[in-house]
Structure formats: C-alpha cells, structure tokens
C-alpha cells in the first residue's frame, strides 16, 4: 500500500515563495509519476505540476515560469518550489503518485496567497 506524506504549505503575501514536498513510501516500482494537483473552493481539481522517475516534468500553463518541481529517485520524494504567488494560486493542494495504472492521494495542504 502506497502512502504519501506532504509537508509544506501555509499562508504567503503574493508575491513570495512556498516549498512543497511529498515523499511516497511502500512502493517498489521502478516507474511512476509524482506530482501536484490543486483544488480552489468551487472548483474542480487540476494538475500543478509533476514529474516523472525518468525527470520529465509537465507544467499547467498558469505556473510555468513560477514553479518548479523536482524528484529524488532513491528518497521517492517530490519537492516543488512556488515563487511569485498570486492569490490565485490559494487552493488546497494534494500530492498525487501514479504507478501501475493506479493513482494514490496525499491528504491535502492549504496553501492562501493574502496580503
């Protein structure tokens, strides 16, 4: 059973910077995907940012140039460093890890852009 533990997030002023990081244990594929999904109130989950064990990232458009995610194969861990928040980017954020066609969820970190 895969379990993922998240850690990050908080309150910034836009404008800064918010590390997140996620590291996924009880797994022993060699491939998968890890990466960030995000969920505003009122909306309905969208893909952030994520990565795969061969480092081949995907950026939404709204983050590219601002966000950046990066892996460590042998920890199964993924960091992504936030820079430049907008109030937009205020949502609840959920590690995400893909492997042999199933996904598996975090348990979700609030991330609010206010001044």
């Known amino acids: 059973q895969v379990q993922l533990v998240e850690s990050g997030g908080g309150l910034v002023q836009p404008g800064g910077s918010l590390r997140l990081s996620c590291a996924a244990s009880?797994?022993?594929?060699?491939?998968?995907?890890m990466g960030w999904y995000r969920q505003a109130p009122g909306k309905q989950r969208e893909l952030v940012a994520t990565i795969t064990s061969r480092y081949i990232t995907d950026y939404s458009d709204s983050v590219k140039g601002r966000f950046t995610i990066s892996g460590d194969n042998a920890k199964n861990t993924v960091t992504r460093q936030m820079n430049s928040l907008k109030p937009e980017d205020t949502a609840v954020y959920f590690c995400?890890?893909?492997?042999?066609?199933?996904?598996?969820w975090g348990q979700g970190t609030q991330v609010t852009v206010s001044s």
């Open positions: 995400n890890y893909y492997v042999a066609g199933r996904n598996y």
């Open positions: 009880g797994s022993t594929f060699s491939f998968y995907r």
